[in-house]
């Protein structure tokens, strides 16, 4: 049982937030009910209510709150529900706000720093995590939000350079295979959190992810002292997963030479499959935008090469030409469909056999 704000977490297992549509209320809920945190993405959560071309931000936060509310009716308020929202989203100070009014019991945070977060959530009894890739990323936003705020996380997720999608480390790096390991972040994060863990008088518990894939791989870090683990490509096979089938199917089919690192408009580097619309933009083809849904702060629709919010969307309805398929570097090992509750007893099963 793992103490988070003023909620208890009895299994030490995060489902990671995939959007666009991957992990909306049905997955969430579903990991909750388990006992562990499930997490709505909030990336254009409502893509699929009818307005969402006409009125996309309204959409999305309307969307937002819906999902929510099923992760929670799924849960029988076993486990958590959480949110996961990407810095870099122009709606992000309303997505937030959307996220505490409709009862998330966690927000998430990364593709960027969330400085600021503490600042939109006020006073509301929500838990906050930021997503880091570092130790040092760790320690600017503890301390603003100490400095700031007077706030200080309730728990911090660290994200490696295996993760899928959106990744916190430089492309060339990645590319080179000279990335920092989890092995080697996590005690530079443990060492930032202690004294704000003082400070405060509770415990910052922290998790990792990015090629995570075993309750072996659990038992790992535990020991070397993190909290628990934080999953996403593994829980995509699960029958409860908000993606269509043929999303599904393309996972289990992928090896491990058919993943690659793109480019994303979201201006951060991402592991995604090979699909067509990756060879596309390999070669050098531009797909402009047909429709803006005016999502991120960096993108300038006459200049990306491609949006993101479309290829996002086609790929959870299980379009392969044009779809992009975010997904860990694990994504070779994945074998057959789960429920996610035969997914999670396997997973806390080989974890305590381990520890």
């Known amino acids: 049982m793992i103490q988070i704000r003023n909620k208890r977490l009895p299994l030490p297992v995060i489902q990671g937030g995939m959007g666009v ?3 909306l209320g049905g997955l969430a809920g579903a990991v909750a009910a388990c006992g562990g945190m499930g997490c709505v993405s909030a990336a254009h959560a409502g893509y699929r209510e009818a307005d969402f071309r006409q009125n996309p931000q309204e959409a999305d936060l ?10 929670r009716r799924l849960s029988n308020g076993r486990g958590l529900v959480a949110v996961n929202l990407m810095v870099a989203m122009k709606q992000y100070a309303p997505l937030v706000r959307a996220a505490v009014e409709a009862g998330a019991d ?3 945070s990364g593709a960027g720093l969330p400085l600021e977060l503490p600042g939109l959530v006020g ?6 995590a930021p997503i880091v890739s570092s130790a040092r990323a760790a320690k600017l936003i503890l301390r603003r939000w100490a400095k700031g705020f007077d706030r200080t996380a309730d ?7 295996k993760a899928g999608g959106h990744l916190g480390f430089a492309e060339e790096d990645l590319l080179a295979d000279r990335c920092q390991t989890l092995d080697e972040i996590l005690p530079g994060v443990l060492a930032e959190v202690k004294p704000y863990e003082e400070q405060y008088g509770h415990a910052i518990p922290v998790f990792v992810a990015g090629g995570v894939y075993t309750g072996a791989d659990m038992a790992h870090f535990t020991k070397l002292g993190a909290a628990g683990v934080q999953l996403a490509t593994r829980f995509i096979p699960t029958y409860e997963c908000d993606a269509s089938q043929t999303y599904k199917d393309v996972l289990l089919a992928a090896k491990p030479e058919d993943v690659r690192i793109i480019h994303s408009p979201v201006g951060m580097p991402g592991r995604a499959l090979n699909t067509p619309l990756v060879q596309a933009l390999a070669e050098g083809k531009r797909f402009p935008p047909k429709h803006c849904a005016r999502c991120l702060k960096t993108c300038d629709p006459a200049a990306v090469p491609y949006c993101i919010t479309h290829a996002l969307i086609e790929a959870v309805k299980g379009n392969v030409e044009e779809g992009l398929f975010f997904c860990g570097e694990n994504v070779g090992r994945l074998d057959r469909m789960r429920t996610v509750r035969e997914l999670m007893d396997e997973l806390v099963t080989e974890w305590r056999q381990n520890l």
């Open 21 to 23: 549509g991957v992990s």
């Open 62 to 71: 309307r969307g937002l709150k819906q999902e929510i509310d099923r992760a």
């Open 106 to 108: 966690a927000i998430i």
């Open 123 to 128: 006073k509301a009894d929500v838990a906050l």
């Open 155 to 161: 728990f911090v997720v660290i994200e490696g350079c």
